[in-house]
């Protein structure tokens, strides 16, 4: 059955988003069998999309048969694209621009991934115009920031992510900034099976919200999400998320599983009461 996927809604109550970051893996074809087996297992679950939110980013290629399934069986996970160009059109061979993004009925759109930032060299400047790119298309960016593992073991990953986000909305306005989902990644625990604790993420999470609320009010930095990404598992999700300022998790490696997936989806049923 599908329902509107959630939003924030009007009171600043936040919905928890668990998305899943398919990176340079599932082609078109496995694609739409990963997508049906989550959604056959959630559906089974009786999961309730409205309350805990789904969203998938699979490779460019797959995203029209997505796009398909989506609405032929009328499922409530929403999708988006890894990666977006800051121009609408043109001679930008290789790049994707955030209009075919939003005609194929994407909701979201990566920006700043640690692995663009690292192996594409994308810098502040390139995010910051990304992200205008995206609002020009209505969709809404998942920035993600974070730090290396130098930076952490110096002690100064607070400045060095609250500095990547300052520099990447930069010239954004209030309006745009509230819509903004923004995910921390600490890139020493991306793919590494290194977690970072509950404890870290609530900390970035809250340094985040403070910068927000200190630059455009508590309103705004009350209605961004801010997600946790880094080995995210079934069995570590609920203690993460459960932080009073993470709101959900981008997940890779384990968003690949289908049931791993769901199981991280219903981090509830994994909450000790
Ligand atoms: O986009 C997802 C993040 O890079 C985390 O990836 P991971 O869960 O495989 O560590």
């Known amino acids: 059955m599908s329902t509107t996927p959630a939003s924030p809604s009007a009171s600043g109550t936040r919905v928890p988003l668990i998305a899943g970051n398919w990176k340079m893996n599932m082609d078109h074809v496995q694609g739409i069998t990963l997508l049906q087996k989550l959604a056959w297992t959630l559906d089974d679950a009786k999961h309730d999309y409205r309350r805990v939110e789904v969203a998938v980013f699979p490779p460019f290629t797959d995203l029209r048969g997505v796009q398909t399934l989506v609405h032929g069986d009328d499922l409530s996970i929403a999708y988006g ?9 043109g001679a930008y ?3 994707i621009s955030g209009q075919f993004l939003a005609k194929l009925g994407c909701t979201y759109v990566l920006v700043g991934h640690s692995e663009r930032r ?10 910051s115009a990304k992200l205008k790119a995206a609002f020009r298309h209505d969709l809404v960016p998942v920035l993600c ?10 002690g100064t990953h607070v400045e060095h992510t609250l500095g990547q986000l300052r520099a990447d909305l930069e010239g954004l306005p209030e309006d745009q900034v509230r819509q903004l ?11 590494t099976g290194e977690v970072a604790g509950p ?17 455009y009010g508590d309103d705004v930095a009350g209605a961004v999400r801010v997600l946790y990404g880094g080995s995210v598992k ?7 998320i459960g ?3 993470v709101d959900g998790v981008l997940v890779g490696g384990a968003s690949l599983d289908a049931g791993e997936f769901a199981n991280i989806v219903r981090f509830e049923s994994h909450l000790t009461t």
Do not use: C, F, K
């Open 81 to 89: 694209g890894q990666d977006l160009s800051d121009q609408d059109s």
């Open 93 to 95: 061979t290789g790049d």
């Open 118 to 127: 690292t192996i594409h060299g994308e810098t502040d400047e390139q995010l």
């Open 145 to 154: 920031v974070g730090e290396g593992l130098e930076v952490r073991r110096a």
């Open 181 to 191: 989902v923004v995910a921390y990644e600490p890139v020493w625990a991306i793919g």
């Open 199 to 215: 404890d870290d993420a609530q900390e970035m999470s809250a340094a985040i919200r403070a910068e927000l609320a200190g630059r």
């Open 234 to 240: 079934a069995a570590n999700a609920a203690a993460i």
């Open 243 to 245: 932080q009073p300022d």
